[in-house]
C-alpha cells in the first residue's frame, strides 16, 4: 500500500496536470470566446438605427391618452416627446453614458444619439422662447421653462444624478405642456403657428446643417480661402487667422460626423413632418409647403441603408466610394432649401 505522503504527492500533481495542462485555461478562453461572441451580437442589435413613425398618428396616440383633441401645436409637441422617448427607450437604451460592454465598446450609435439629441434640444428651446410665446415681453410657459434645461444635461452622466432620469424629467414636463395646451380652460398656454416664429427655429436647423455639411467635407483634405470676414470692411475679429485654412476631419471621427448626421436627419425629419401640419396655414398663405416637402425629400435620402459594414471615405474621385460626402450632398442641399424657405417666409 502507498503511504499517506505517496498519496498527497500524487493527488498533488495529478491536481497541478489538471490545472497547468490546459483544461482550465481552455474553460477560461472557451468562456471568453462566447462572451465576446454574445457581446458582438447585442451590440449589433443595439446598434440597429430606429424606426420612422407617422406623426399624425403620434398626435392621436399622445392626444388619447390625454383625453384632449388634437391642436395647433399638438403634432410638434407629440413628435418632440416621442423622438425623445426613442432616444431613451430603443433597443439598448440610452448608450451615451455606458461604462460598461458591449455599450462602452459602441460609438456609431452614441453618435446618432447625440445628432438626435442636438434637435431635440434646438426644438426644445424654439417652443420655449418663440411657439409658446405671443411676443418677446410675454412670460415664458413654466413646463418648458423646466424641460430645456433637463434635456441640455450632460449626456455622459451614468449616476447621480443619471442622464435618463433628467431625460425623462423633460419629457414629463413637456407632456404637461401637451396636456395643457389642449385645455380649452387653459388660455395661458399657447403655440403660436406664425411665419416669424417657424423662420427663428428654421434659422438654428440652418445653422446646424451648415455646420455638419462643413465637417462631412472636411473627411477629404483641403484647403479654403478665409472668408470670416467678407462682406464687411469694417469687420473684425479676436486673434489672427491666415487667408487659407487646411480643413480636415481626423481619420478617426470621421464615422462619428457621419452618423451624428444621420441621427441629426432621422430627428429632422419627424420634426419637419410635424411643421408641415401644424403651420399648414402659414405655408399655404406664403405658398412655401412645397418647399418644406423638397427639404423633407432631401432629408429621406440620408436615412437611406448603409450596406457597407464600416463608413468608408476615399479620396474625392479616387477608387474607393465616400459615404461622408454622399451625407454632405443630401445635408448641403436640404440646408440651401431651408435658407429658400426662410426667403419665402419673410416675404410679405
Avoid: C
Avoid at 388660455?187 to 445653422?207: C, H, K, M, P, T
Amino acid at each position: 500500500m502507498e503511504s499517506i505522503k505517496q498519496r498527497i504527492r500524487h493527488w498533488r500533481e495529478d491536481g497541478a496536470d489538471v490545472l497547468g495542462g490546459g483544461v482550465l485555461p481552455r474553460t477560461v478562453a472557451i468562456l471568453l470566446v462566447l462572451y465576446l461572441l454574445v457581446a458582438a451580437g447585442v451590440g449589433i442589435y443595439w446598434s440597429m438605427m430606429p424606426d420612422q413613425f407617422s406623426v399624425s398618428d403620434n398626435a392621436m396616440v399622445h392626444s388619447a391618452e390625454h383625453q384632449q383633441d388634437v391642436v395647433v401645436g399638438s403634432v410638434t409637441t407629440a413628435a418632440l416627446i416621442e423622438v425623445t422617448t426613442v432616444l431613451l427607450e430603443k433597443p439598448g437604451g440610452f448608450l451615451s453614458n455606458d461604462i460598461l460592454p458591449p455599450g462602452l465598446w459602441l460609438d456609431n450609435m452614441p453618435s446618432w444619439e447625440y445628432g438626435v439629441l442636438i434637435q431635440s434640444r434646438d426644438l426644445t428651446r424654439a417652443l420655449r422662447e418663440s411657439f409658446s410665446r405671443s411676443q418677446s415681453q410675454s412670460q415664458e410657459d413654466v413646463d418648458l421653462g423646466k424641460a430645456e434645461p433637463s434635456l441640455n444635461f450632460s449626456s455622459d452622466s451614468w449616476a447621480v444624478p443619471a442622464t435618463e432620469s433628467e431625460y425623462r424629467t423633460a419629457i414629463k414636463h413637456m407632456d404637461r405642456y401637451l396636456d395643457r395646451l389642449a385645455d380649452q380652460g387653459n388660455i395661458g398656454s399657447q403655440f403660436y403657428s406664425r411665419s416669424d416664429n417657424l423662420s427663428y427655429w428654421l434659422a438654428i436647423v440652418e445653422s446646424r446643417l451648415g455646420s455638419l455639411s462643413q465637417r462631412l467635407s472636411a473627411s477629404v483634405d483641403k484647403r479654403r480661402l478665409n472668408t470670416d470676414l467678407a462682406g464687411d470692411v469694417a469687420a473684425e475679429q479676436s486673434t489672427y487667422s491666415p487667408s487659407e485654412l487646411e480643413v480636415k476631419t481626423p481619420w478617426n471621427k470621421i464615422d462619428n460626423v457621419f452618423y451624428e448626421s444621420r441621427g441629426s436627419a432621422w430627428a429632422l425629419l419627424h420634426f419637419l413632418r410635424a411643421v408641415e401640419i401644424d403651420f399648414s396655414e402659414v405655408l399655404k398663405q406664403k405658398n412655401a409647403a412645397v418647399s418644406l416637402q423638397q427639404i423633407i425629400r432631401e432629408l429621406e435620402a440620408t436615412q437611406q441603408t448603409v450596406y457597407s459594414p464600416v463608413i468608408l471615405n476615399g479620396s474625392g474621385f479616387g477608387i474607393l466610394p465616400n459615404h461622408s460626402l454622399v451625407m454632405a450632398s443630401y445635408i448641403s442641399r436640404a440646408n440651401a432649401a431651408i435658407i429658400d424657405l426662410r426667403d419665402l417666409l419673410s416675404q410679405g
